[in-house]
């Protein structure tokens, strides 16, 4: 049996949403990110999958897991009922239920791939703090505001493919950006006794779309597991992958 497997799910949007609200995870503007995040663990425990990518309503909920489909599935059914019910994990009239399936994780070098995924594209500085990739680089232009965001984006995710060697990007077009706010526990302050709080982080959440080739084989499959650049546990970096067009 596979050890990495695609699966989906149909979260209820109303269920999930009083889930969270009840819980204290519901993000500003009903942002669900790190809802989900919790959600994900609570229901599934160490065999957790990650990345994930919720779509929306529609489409809804996409992720890779790094344990056997059989595994996943008893970890479904040891979920709470409320959870499992806003979750879509069973089969019943408003969803589909929990679909598992094997995912291919040897893919030979040149080989030619469609892909989606959306992404934070942040860069840090030398004090570790996070900047628009954009920004960031109009820093280094001297404040230089002529440059596009889509291309300066670009160039983020294609030196997110390249520096380990996993893939080179083809062609690829931003096919959504807009601010969103997530919502994450701060941590907790074992010297002052300050326990962990709920805060929003507001920042990038762009989809790209594209074409991409394989170079390194087996960076390109860690690529996948770890999902691409930060925010992972927030429902970004998944790299969702189709047959190349032409």
Same mark, same amino acid.
């Given at each position: ?12 949007? @109303?269920? *999930?949403?009083?889930?969270?609200? !009840? +819980?204290?995870?519901? %993000? ?23 990345? *994930? &990518? &919720?779509?929306?309503? !529609?489409?809804?909920? #996409?992720? &890779? ?12 059914? =040891? ?9 879509? =994990? ?26 989606? /995924? @959306?992404?934070?594209?942040? +860069? ?9 990739? =954009? ?9 230089? $505001? +002529? ?5 300066? &984006?670009?160039?983020? #995710?294609? +030196? ?8 080179? #990007? ?18 907790? $302050? ?5 326990? !962990?709080?709920?805060?929003? /982080? ?12 394989? $170079?390194?084989? $087996? ?7 770890? %999902? /691409? %650049? @930060? ?9 969702? #992958? @189709?047959?190349? /067009?032409?």
């Amino acid at each position: 049996m596979s050890k990495f497997n695609l699966m989906h799910c149909q979260p209820d949007p @109303r269920m *999930f949403t009083q889930w969270a609200a !009840r +819980r204290g995870w519901l %993000g500003p503007g009903g942002n669900i990110g790190y809802a989900m995040h919790v959600a994900l663990h609570e229901a599934f425990g160490e065999r957790a999958p990650r990345p *994930f &990518y &919720y779509r929306d309503a !529609r489409a809804g909920l #996409l992720a &890779y897991a790094q344990c056997r489909a059989d595994e996943l599935r008893e970890a479904a059914s =040891l979920a709470n009922p409320d959870l499992a019910a806003a979750l879509g =994990l069973d089969c019943g009239p408003r969803s589909p239920g929990l679909n598992v399936r094997s995912f291919p994780m040897q893919w030979s070098a040149g080989r030619a791939l469609g892909f989606e /995924v @959306r992404v934070r594209p942040v +860069r840090r500085d030398r004090d570790g703090r996070e900047h628009d990739a =954009l920004h960031f680089a109009i820093e280094r232009k001297q404040n230089d $505001d +002529r440059l596009n965001r889509e291309e300066v &984006y670009r160039q983020w #995710l294609e +030196r997110e493919f390249t520096a380990s060697g996993a893939a080179k #990007l083809v062609a690829t077009r931003m096919t959504r950006f807009h601010l969103t706010g997530v919502l994450r526990r701060t941590q907790a $302050d074992g010297k002052s006794g300050a326990m !962990r709080r709920a805060e929003t /982080v507001f920042g990038l959440d762009a989809v790209f779309s594209g074409q991409l080739t394989v $170079d390194d084989p $087996d960076a390109f499959a860690l690529l996948l597991k770890r %999902g /691409v %650049g @930060r925010h992972r546990s927030f429902g970004f970096g998944m790299l969702l #992958l @189709r047959p190349a /067009v032409g």
